[in-house]
């Protein structure tokens, strides 16, 4: 059996029978990882030692009786997420060194759930881009074009779980960092409504469109973690506290009836070819799966890049403030306080410092109503066209990204060309409503192309079954698995 091809499904039922052990099937990803991990760069930190313990100790649960939803799997965690003894920087030189002497909630859910952890994902610094070219450490490759990006912030995790380096892994998606990536390295990426996911222990980057989101190499996989770490947390006053729904059970694969709603602002000029050919036919496809898709409209899309660009930053600077070298991470010494906060706060990369002006200015006495007050009025807009929509149809389909994955350094020093990566993933953050990305076909470079399918908010089991028809009749994930490096 090669381990490593397995999905964590599949990986499950072999534990299951006793086929394989946690430790084997451990060590044979982190064999992958020292394998592959030099030229593809996914992780920041790989926690081998603590990974093959947590393998004998799930090994030993299991041969007294136990089982868990992860027990004894593998799985990344983006370097965002506070891992107890194992470092997390957020990409950022400013927390270089930082161990959290505790466990962020969705941590301890996996580790109750029995997953073993291998490691801390790349990202860009504090979650801040769409390529992972703004970590503050290194760039990570796309496993289908090393010459490529794998797409950001959750651009590690999406790399890792592509290139068989994990059977699945956890990101944040704040205005796309989820979906985005899994589209541009041909894995399955969900993000969860708002609220759906205690966020106690996430570092912080824009405290009212966070959320953890999840990869896998399926639907099914997908859903299997998302089911694992989701839940409520009196520590999140954010969380919502209502019942997660069994959302592995929900994937029948039977969506005779369902309403696609396909949105006219998504199918633009400016999008490549190639990913609205891919994406049409997906919804074809659904279709003949039986479904009914109806044209609608989203009218303040245009407005949903502007607004996100406001409120991200702003929240951002708040969130950031809290990084002045007495708290956490390092401080460089300086002549008085005051200069040892400057020359500390002058380790933030140049984007998170861009952020940080763009935040300050946006919420300055004078400002705030123009922009911050503003923007906060139009994402009501952007909320309402959602409800009307989901009045309407149960899910909406359409690209994750106008384009497959750009060459590293393409858009480095083009901010403007870089946010738009996500113009099709912002809106569901504003609006609080779930999406997923899933692969629906390649261009010709021979790059993964993604097919977003967003829910009403909390109806993460639709989307995910919506998801799980398609792939059952496309079976992306079969090519993918043969085919990426
Ligand atoms: N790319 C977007 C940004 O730079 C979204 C990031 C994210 O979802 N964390 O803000």
Redesign the pocket.
């Known amino acids: 059996m090669n381990l490593t091809e397995l999905t964590l499904t599949e990986l499950r039922t072999a534990l299951r029978r006793g086929e394989t052990s946690s430790v084997a099937a451990t060590q044979a990803i982190l064999d992958r990882i020292v394998e592959q991990d030099n030229e593809i760069k996914s992780y920041l930190t790989i926690t081998d030692e603590m990974a093959l313990e947590q393998a004998a100790a799930a090994d030993r649960r299991r041969a007294n009786g136990e089982d868990g939803p992860l027990l004894g799997v593998p799985i990344a965690v983006k370097d965002i997420i506070a891992t107890k003894g194992a470092p997390t920087t957020a990409g950022s030189k400013i927390l270089e060194g930082f161990i959290p002497p505790y466990d962020a909630f969705v941590v301890q859910k996996l580790k109750e759930a029995g997953a073993v952890i291998l490691g801390k994902t790349n990202t860009d610094e504090f ?4 390529s992972t070219e703004n970590s503050g450490y290194f760039t990570t490759r796309n496993p289908w074009d090393l010459t490529r990006v794998p797409g ?2 959750s651009g590690g995790s999406a790399a890792a779980v592509a290139a068989k380096m994990a059977y699945a892994a956890l990101g ?6 989820v979906r985005q990536p899994a589209s541009f390295c041909g894995v399955v990426g969900l993000r969860p409504t708002y609220g759906r996911i205690s966020r106690w222990g996430v570092i912080a ?1 824009a405290s009212s469109l966070d959320q953890v989101g999840m990869f896998g190499r399926t639907v099914m996989d997908t859903a299997v973690l998302f089911q694992a770490v989701a839940g409520y947390d009196k520590r999140d006053s954010t969380s919502l506290n209502i019942p997660v729904p069994d959302a592995a059970a929900a994937l029948t694969g039977d969506i005779k009836g369902l309403r696609v709603g396909a949105p006219k602002e998504y199918f633009i000029e400016g999008i490549e070819s190639e990913v609205e050919t891919a994406v049409r036919a997906a919804i074809a496809q659904l279709e003949k799966l039986g479904a009914e898709t109806v044209e609608i409209s989203l009218p303040h899309t245009q407005y949903a890049l502007p607004v996100y660009y406001l409120i ?1 930053p702003a929240e951002a600077s708040a969130n950031l403030a809290r990084y002045d070298g007495v708290r956490y991470g390092p401080r460089v010494e300086g002549a008085d306080m005051i200069d040892s906060v400057k020359q500390t706060r002058a380790l933030f990369g140049p984007e998170v410092k861009r952020r940080i002006m763009l935040g300050t200015y946006a919420l300055s006495a004078g400002y705030y109503d123009a922009y911050y007050g503003r923007a906060l009025k139009v994402r009501t807009l952007i909320k309402n066209d959602f409800k009307t929509a989901f009045e309407q149809v149960d899910v909406i389909a359409a690209p994750t990204s106008p384009t497959t994955a750009f060459k590293i350094g393409e858009r480095a020093d083009d901010p403007l060309s870089m946010y738009l ?2 113009v099709f993933t912002l809106s569901v953050n504003l609006s609080a409503s779930c999406g997923l990305s899933i692969p629906c076909g390649f261009d010709s470079k021979g790059l993964p192309i993604g097919l977003q399918l967003i829910g009403d908010t909390l109806q993460e089991a639709t989307v995910l079954n919506a998801a799980y028809a398609y792939e059952q009749a496309a079976r992306w994930d079969q090519q993918r698995l043969e085919t990426a490096v």
Do not use: C
Request: hydrophobic share 30%.
């Open positions: 979650a801040m881009g769409s950001g912030s944040t998606d704040t205005g796309g960092s980057f991200a990566a996500d």
